[in-house]
């Protein structure tokens, strides 16, 4: 079902620090952007008419992408920059700015308003009213028109919930019950609707650092994206999460949270040593009420979702919030708390279990990002491959005769270690190529002779598996070295680096500098060591298995600015291993890829969610609204038949990881969910099969 102000959520905040912004400022930050991008990415785009139609179009989307701020007029007035915004950029104008800001200021303004009128009149959910296609994609003529799509939009997040939340025998209830039910619980949802598009307006509108660098930043940041889907524009923050996302330790309060029943969220449990934990105030299930940033103004959070509370805490790494919590007696206490950079979490590294069936044990090593280490003088230690190779150790121990290594839902990270890791699987050689702006290819190695495992390898891929996972997952099966397993990969295959915001620098001293601002930027290709090239097509499994991915994944081809792909010669001195016997393999699990239901059901899935369905009107009356959840859910997902535990395996915690267990009981929960995770897991059980069959 339509979730309604998804766009809303989008754009919520850009996590900002403490920086004055004027217009002049952010004109000379798109300057030196562009400035940029020409010197250091592979392939600049040249920033003309149709760069500026692209921007034009991307700020609206960001900024008012369900078309309910701006007016027809609006987009008239600000039409006189469409194709002449390169002309802004490049000389630093600021005239297209300020009209934005002044437009956008005057609008979010007025919409706050035009809800608190809203909510003066209850509304008849039984009264025949949709939100037609024409109202839904088109921008309002008139403010009374703006009025109306909000009440609409309002009208219809309130009945989205309620259809969501209905019980089970909603239908078997009499009439008068149906009516009853749905309004003791309308008007709740109807208040929670409009506290939330008037929370997200407000929070723009009070953005401590103001509208100004609001935009700013939008503004650079579309103009990023508009060279490739991989260049961005980093505020400080934003550039600490990516960071952190790459294995540096990520900035937490250390609460994790749940939906209250009732609305609104619950602490579900502190992270010891946390912030939180620290503070002796926190219990599980405490409430958030409100929270306000310092400098900021409270936002009532009683009725947030999870999703919203979290873009709101995300604002900043480094000011202080204070928190309203109502504790479980019903006292009201004042929380402040400060981020601190904490160790991630267990489930952000690597895991290990050993699969024992007849005869056999396959280890398994789940992989969920090639992070690598920042600490100084410790470089490579603690980063994936280490860890990787850490576990296989472990598991040799154990005497298996395979090994699956799952980088599923991967979406890549440092290069370096993904050519590391390759290297525990393949002798001393190249791994894969790079190519600049320049002709010069560069061979990418892996400078360490001998393996840490040499038997038989399975590597799991699906749709988001991406980037270094590619680079990883093509170099294996280009060495024959490992079966790949699953469904094609994302198709990226282009490499990035994180620069300060200073046309002075070069890629020898770029590390020594400090700004405020960041770019990061594609600087060159990946290709394989065939000379073939993952970007678009990504990598291709050698046993292809249906997901349900395929159905939602936006791929590398279908962003809009993504590089095209080229190829270029193998590498002369790349020396493959014997071949693999894929058809055989392929053949032997087929059978029982075709009389699985789990996977029969995915392919049907599939093929009903790629039928294009037309744009159709909202319904905003309860009838109508329960007869199109009725026909969303004949579509749904839901009826894909959950994964069983597998009979073929029991999964087994290596000895080193039971020792550890023994001695966190959080730790041991977290573990036996993800132990019935992978023993339910479809691919990991066709996996098992074929490393079965390969058994040295």
Known sequence: M?????????????????????????????????????????????????????????????????????????????????????????????????????????????????????????FDFYATEKLTVAEDTSYPPSLAAAQQKLYKIIKAGALDELTDNIPGNFKSFAPAKQKKYADSVIVILRKRAASSVKRRINNILQNPY?????????YCETIASCFDPHTEFFPPEEKENFESELGRQPFKFGFKMKPDKNGGILIDNLEPGSPAFKSGKLNKGDKFMSLQWEGGQPVDVSDITIHEFALLVDQSNHKQIVFTIKKADGSIVQVPLQKEQTAGEDGDRVKSFVLKGNNNAIGYIYLPAFYEDWEAGNVGLNGCANDVGREILKLKKENITGLILDVRYNGGGSVREATELAGIFIDAGPVAQEKSRDAKVVTIKDMDRGTIYDGPLVILVNGYSASASELLAGTLQDYNRAVIVGSPTYGKATMQVVLPMDTTITPENFSEKNTENYLKVTISKLYRVTGATAQFKGVQPDILLPDILDAYTTKETGEPYALLPTTISANKYYTAYPPLPIKALAQSVQTEIDTSKFFNDIKTFITASKQKKAEKDIPLNLKDALADLDSVKRDDDDDVVPGVESKKFTVKNNLFELDRLQTDSTLKELNDDFKHQVAADAYISIAYDVLVKLKP
């Open 210 to 218: 103001g509208i100004i660098q609001y935009i700013g930043d939008i």
């Open 2 to 122: 339509k979730k309604f102000i998804s766009v809303l959520i989008a754009f919520i905040i850009s996590p900002l620090l403490l920086r004055c912004q004027t217009t002049d400022k952010t004109a000379n930050e798109a300057f030196v952007l562009i400035r940029m991008v020409n010197k250091f990415h592979v392939e600049p785009r040249e920033v003309n008419g149709a760069f500026s139609r692209n921007v034009f179009t991307g700020i609206l989307d960001k900024t008012d992408g369900d078309r309910i701020f701006f007016t027809k007029n609006d987009i008239s007035r600000l039409s006189v920059y469409r194709a002449t915004l390169d002309n802004e950029i490049k000389h630093r104008k600021t005239g297209y700015l300020s009209l934005f800001i002044n437009i956008y200021r005057q609008r979010l303004k007025q919409a706050d308003s035009m809800i608190d009128e809203i909510n003066k009149k209850p």
